[in-house]
């Protein structure tokens, strides 16, 4: 490995993945190779040109954790979707009544 020979690294073969210079840094993350596109690295290349991002990885990395986040929200939408409306009314309403007894009037 050359100059950096006394460098923590650990080769994970059946996930495809190497933690290196990272877990020093307390920063646990994963050095990947990946496939893009000639259109999808030059948009990417274009960023880093323009200053957007400092290098190549914040760029993909930003982009896969924003995707992250919206397929996230997505879930959640659609788990709200299967709440009936009426019924969760209801259920607030009825603690709201308990609650709105035992307040002091005004």
Known sequence: MGENSDRLRIVDK???????????????????????????????????KDGTFANRSLAIETAVEE?????????????CLKLDPAFEKELAEEGFAEDAAKWPGY
Not at 25 to 44: F, G, H
Not at 67 to 77: E, H, I, T
Request: no cysteine.
């Open 14 to 48: 059946l996930n495809g993945m190497i933690y290196s210079h990272t877990i020093e840094a307390n920063m646990p993350k994963a050095k990947i190779a990946i496939t893009l596109s000639e259109e999808a690295l030059s948009r990417v290349d274009a960023l880093v």
């Open 67 to 79: 995707k992250l986040s919206r397929l996230d929200r997505v879930v959640l939408a659609r788990e």
